[in-house]
């Protein structure tokens, strides 16, 4: 059984900080690259940032320098965060976790909300 429950999200001034966590429960996640999804109203699911089991990341471009990913395998666990820092009303979604490659069921997200 498969599972993610992301968490942390919340209102934050523009340059504040925020850290979102992801729980993926089910063996499928330890050994997959993760990703990090955001969807702004009206706006098309994006991905942001991405980090495989070796721990080797990706990054958007507009999340580049200010958003970091990481992640911590348990056996059957897996908990990715994402530290957002200098963060812009731009950024204000819902953020999901997921697998990059065959997607699972999503969770329900977090909101994040950036004031100007």
């Known amino acids: 059984q498969v599972q993610l429950v992301e968490s942390g999200g919340g209102l934050v001034q523009a340059g504040g900080s925020l850290r979102l966590s992801c729980a993926a429960s089910?063996?499928?996640?330890?050994?997959?690259?993760m990703g990090w999804y955001r969807q702004a109203p009206g706006k098309q699911r994006e991905l942001v940032a991405t980090?495989?089991?070796?721990?080797?990341?990706?990054?958007v471009d507009s999340v580049k320098g200010r958003f970091i990913v990481s992640r911590d395998n348990a056996k059957n666990t897996v908990t990715v965060y994402l530290q957002m820092n200098s963060l812009k009303p731009d950024d204000t979604a819902v953020y999901h976790c997921?697998?990059?490659?065959?997607?699972?069921?999503w969770g329900q997200g977090t909101q994040v909300t950036v004031s100007s």
């Open positions: 089910g063996s499928i996640f330890r050994f997959n690259t």
């Open positions: 997921n697998l990059v490659y065959g997607p699972v069921a």
């Open positions: 980090i495989q089991s070796s721990g080797t990341t990706w990054y």
